[in-house]
């Protein structure tokens, strides 16, 4: 059974930068879509990022010259540099897996997504 386990959110000041990462259980993140998703209070999980099996990357336009995501398929982890950091940054981050298909979603759903890391915080303050 796949399991992800995220990593490296924290307090951070406006303007700052985080790395997060995705360490998958077995060798997965390179076969499935691989997204990022976040859930501020009160509000339901959005995605954030995406990346297919080919490498090919989507955005939530609210994140869209900041973020970055990526994947280092030897050490079968995901990534997601954050930059230019504001407080409406401030949410738990996951990491999720496709179901099925080596292709990201259009209109990604939770749905979509059947294998999910705990999550981690990342708090920016102003």
């Known amino acids: 059974q796949v399991h992800l386990q995220e990593s490296g959110g924290a307090s951070v000041q406006q303007g700052g930068s985080l790395r997060l990462s995705c360490v998958a259980s077995?060798?997965?993140?390179?076969?499935?879509?691989m997204a990022w998703f976040r859930q501020a209070p009160g509000k339901e999980r959005e995605v954030v990022s995406m990346?297919?099996?080919?490498?090919?990357?989507t955005y939530a336009d609210s994140v869209k010259g900041r973020f970055t995501i990526s994947r280092d398929n030897a050490k079968n982890t995901l990534y997601l540099q954050m930059d230019i950091l504001s407080p409406e940054d401030t949410a738990i981050y996951y990491c999720a897996r496709r179901s099925v298909w080596p292709t990201c979603p259009g209109e990604p759903s939770t749905s979509h997504f059947n294998i999910w890391g705990q999550g981690t915080q990342v708090t920016v303050s102003s």
């Open positions: 990346i297919s099996s080919d490498g090919r990357t």
């Open positions: 077995v060798d997965t993140i390179n076969s499935r879509c």
